[in-house]
């Protein structure tokens, strides 16, 4: 292994002593041309908003500038957003150009001017196919009529355990041009786009057609650099006013050495000569003529390399385009600024630091990518695991100027969805903290210190920002405040912070008891939730039910363990108490023979302690609107998940549990939508498979919660992997396999599970099945290492390092290697199914390409 880094380091030494150009990359999902459609890729990094590369090549969904922007393409719809093309010409023939876009599509055909998408006017290739392995793109271009064929490849570093040079605020393209013919050929690739600095689609006007035209560019300029990693267009601005979230910097450039040709301006727009003036310019001989004098506000930049290229080879054609817009605001009324602003000075900085480190960061992605396809998990669990990562590249997720991590629920297409890094959705997502470790501690950090009220214990599920002056929501969700704690847990066991527990632990207490105040969740202190409980449905739910009583079993049993870590004896003792008594307590009155059901207390004349009612659910009457009752719900083990995920054993019977499971895919999974009523909102329709949030065997309410009719990813995710850890295989894989079923590219994106808003955080609970199928374990405390005993290899991460594990059959024995590929484990036990197998020696740390193998 240490010969083969070795060889890894001369490699990339090598390829940085020449302009960067992609390797081979993998390929997960082949999407042909009818499933192209919806298919939209961001690329951008953690924390740092994206651009996305469409189906067909195309990029879209302009998500730089702080804000989401679904459909934004910097300016009116129509030919004027930005694009490539290429230009090629054979030695005695007539040139041939086009954009790099395939086709249109025939619902694309009508428009009210003739402008029904961007670059309608545009040639385009006649075939294209798009190939993905997350955070790698790759769009196949070819046309009968032109002697070459096109590959686009697109991606931004991703390097789990490496959160800085996963946040990268950049979009690598590179054209591969193969030349199909037998002669030689010139070949020039040219990108181009307005400067749209200050123009993030929040502001703009109706035309006198009806039609949304974006503004905000003023006195924007263009200026040609040269630099160490490479030459391009510079993109400023000297009227924007340099307060405005969409105020910054943008660079388009290239590593080309050789035939580069720029412009920095066009001629005037009217009636569209600045693309007539730079399609003339470019399709004449490959190369463009500079204008001097900017002619619009937004004035177009273009940059062009050209190439020669033999018969049967390919030539890559590199850009870069890097942006720095430091004025986020988010959820606040006050300017709290992006992280990764902080690492630059401008978007031309971000290319001369981010391009000379490409081949490594490339080798190192490649390695992660690689690893986990290469691993035994099945294709749909992987496609659902690495698919949804791109959720963290998404303007879902921000990082402010101090570094720490923060989420909305998910985006819409131009606002944010549901501020405040709410608790009782980010409880259900796994990839960060299992992935970035060190940014998942920043979320705790939030929510302990921030979110929590160190007097009253009220946790506010949704936090405030500026957060020395947020006020948040002053409202605790139950299912969010008990999922925070149980999240402790998991990242200190992940990390091995102890000292991070010691700082945090009697912010921890408070929050647990908060759950035991006079009219509180359980303020008799018998284990058992019957409050008001305000929940991820929206609403509260009164009397005991399963969903916020394992959650609260969860908590009891990690606070527990925490309080024998910090010697509280008598606080953990507590929870024991509570824990067995309320564990009891739910298999005797909440299973009933099937599933676990909701008892509904009436709340007509009942106290609820402040913080736990939001108002929302009317309580006249004895039997309160919004409840679930006797239902059925998708989600009602979330708790027992978590608890899996954490390592923290079962916390109700394990036969309910497995009985549970198997009613949900008896009453709530439908093989087909056809015939389901459902009045609220759809994610799935039609013929296509799915669970549905609730179902009700033994009679519906009248009014039950808001959301029981609909169908969401990270609620199926929940339950399909329950079925993983109960060794229902089979039926929690259908489950994940019809969830990317629906997500395409022909209806939806694969890379946007949506649930309230596009790119929602709790999909990304999908990186949990991989612990399921491989029994990943590890505690940074006892530094302890746990797999199963199905032999295989599989990719683990603990957040901070990460691997691969290969279990191989040897007669009646199991022979297993553990192996680092990235960062230090600290390990001294092994275990292999219910065996300890390898015991290290004491302080021992794996290191980057050391392995060890031991025989079960």
Not at 396 to 416: I, L, N, Q
Not at 503 to 508: L, M, T
Not at 657 to 674: D, G, P
Request: hydrophobic letters at 35%.
């Amino acid at each position: 292994m240490k010969k083969l880094l070795f060889l890894l380091c001369i490699a990339t030494q090598a390829l940085a002593q020449s302009p960067w150009k992609p390797q081979k990359w993998p390929i997960l999902k082949h999407y042909d041309q009818q499933h192209l459609t919806r298919i939209a890729m961001p690329i951008g990094g953690i924390g740092t908003g994206t651009v996305s590369l469409g189906g067909r090549g195309q990029l879209q969904d302009w998500e730089i500038m702080n804000r989401p922007g679904k459909g934004f393409s910097t300016t009116l719809p129509g030919n004027m957003a930005p694009f490539f093309a290429i230009y090629v010409k054979k030695p005695t023939e007539k040139a041939q150009a086009k954009a790099l876009i395939g086709p249109l599509e025939t619902h694309e055909y009508q428009h009210m001017e003739g402008r029904p998408v961007d670059h309608h006017g545009l040639p385009r290739f006649a075939k294209a196919s798009f190939d993905a392995a997350y955070p790698f793109g790759q769009v196949n271009l070819s046309d009968e009529k032109m002697p070459v064929t096109v590959q686009i490849k697109a991606f931004n570093p991703l390097i789990p355990g490496d959160a800085e040079r996963s946040g990268l605020p950049m979009a690598t393209l590179t054209y591969q041009v193969t030349n199909t013919s037998n002669q030689p050929l010139t070949v020039s690739v040219a990108g181009s786009m307005r400067n749209f600095v200050g123009k993030d689609g929040s502001k703009g006007s109706k035309s006198w057609k009806g039609e949304f035209n974006p503004s905000g560019a003023k006195q924007n300029k263009n200026q040609f650099r040269q630099g160490k990693a490479g030459q391009g267009i510079f993109m400023y601005s000297d009227g924007v006013d340099k307060a405005d979230p969409a105020w910054g910097t943008i660079a388009l450039s290239t590593n080309a050495v050789g035939d580069v040709s720029y412009r920095t301006s066009s001629v005037p727009n009217a009636w569209e000569n600045a693309l007539l003036d730079f399609w003339d310019d470019f399709t004449d001989d490959g190369k463009l003529t500079e204008k001097t004098t900017f002619a619009d506000e937004d004035p177009m930049a273009s940059l062009a390399v050209k190439k020669t290229i033999q018969p049967k080879q390919t030539e890559s054609f590199t850009f870069f385009i890097t942006w720095h817009f430091p004025n986020r605001f988010a959820w606040s009324k006050e300017r709290v600024g992006n992280y990764y602003t902080t690492r630059y000075a401008d978007a031309w900085d971000v290319a001369e630091k981010a391009v000379p480190q490409l081949p490594q960061l490339e080798n190192e992605t490649l390695l992660f990518v690689n690893s986990f396809l290469k691993s035994d998990y099945p294709e749909a669990v992987k496609e659902a695991a690495l698919f949804n990562l791109s959720t963290l590249r998404s303007q879902t997720v921000f990082r402010t100027e101090d570094g720490r991590m923060f989420g909305w629920e998910g985006v819409m297409d131009s606002e944010g969805s549901c501020a405040g890094s709410c608790t009782h959705v980010w409880n259900y997502e796994q990839a960060t903290a299992f992935l970035f470790g060190d940014l998942a501690q920043t979320m705790r950090d939030v929510e302990f210190n921030y979110a929590l009220d160190s007097t009253s214990g009220i946790m506010q599920f949704r936090v405030g920002l500026p957060l020395n002056k947020g006020a948040g929501n002053g409202m605790a969700a139950a299912d969010g405040q008990m999922g925070t704690i149980m999240k402790f847990y998991r990242d200190w066991q992940l990390s091995g912070n102890t000292a991070f527990l010691q700082k945090n632990w009697p912010k921890i207490k408070r929050a647990l008891a908060f759950a035991w105040v006079p009219d509180g969740w359980d303020g008799n202190l018998d284990g058992v939730m019957d409050g008001a409980q305000h929940n991820t449905m929206d609403v509260e739910y009164f009397g005991p039910n399963p969903q916020m009583q394992i959650w609260y079993l969860g908590a009891l049993k990690a606070a527990e363990k925490m309080a024998e870590a910090m010697h509280d004896a008598a606080f953990a003792q507590q929870c024991k108490t509570l824990f067995q008594s309320g564990s009891t307590w739910a298999d005797q009155q909440l299973f009933n023979g099937e599933y676990y059901e909701q008892q509904v207390i009436s709340p007509v004349g009942r106290k609820f302690a402040k913080g736990t009612m939001s108002g929302w659910n009317s309580i006249k009457g004895d039997f309160p609107p919004f409840q679930l009752a006797k239902g059925c719900l998708v989600d009602q083990l979330v708790g027992q998940f978590m608890a899996h995920v954490c390592g923290l054993g079962y916390l109700v019977k394990p036969q309910n549990v497995q009985t549970s499971l198997k009613s949900i895919l008896k009453y709530n999974y439908r093989a087909t939508l056809t015939e389901h009523f459902n009045n609220m909102r759809s994610y799935a329709l039609a013929d296509e498979p799915a669970l549905l949030m609730a179902s009700w065997p033994k009679g519906r309410p009248t009014v039950p919660f808001p959301y029981f009719a609909e169908v969401m990813t990270g609620f199926e995710y929940t339950a399909a992997i329950g079925m993983l850890y109960e060794n229902m295989t089979d039926d929690g894989l259908q489950c994940i396999q019809n969830i990317r079923y629906r997500y395409d590219g022909a209806k939806r994106s694969p890379f946007d599970e949506a649930e309230c808003g596009h790119h929602y955080a709790r999909a990304m609970i999908s990186w949990a099945s991989t612990l399921a199928l491989s029994g990943f374990q590890y505690s940074g405390v006892e530094k302890t290492l746990h797999f199963n005993d199905q032999p295989g290899t599989f990719f683990w991460s603990n957040g901070y390092a990460w691997g691969t594990c290969t279990k191989q059959k040897q007669g009646t024995q199991l022979k297993t290697t553990l192996t680092v590929l990235h960062g230090q484990l600290p390990v001294q036990t092994v275990q292999i199914g219910n065996k300890k197998v390898h015991e290290l020696a004491t302080n021992t740390v794996l290191k980057v390409g050391e392995k060890v193998g031991f025989v079960r």
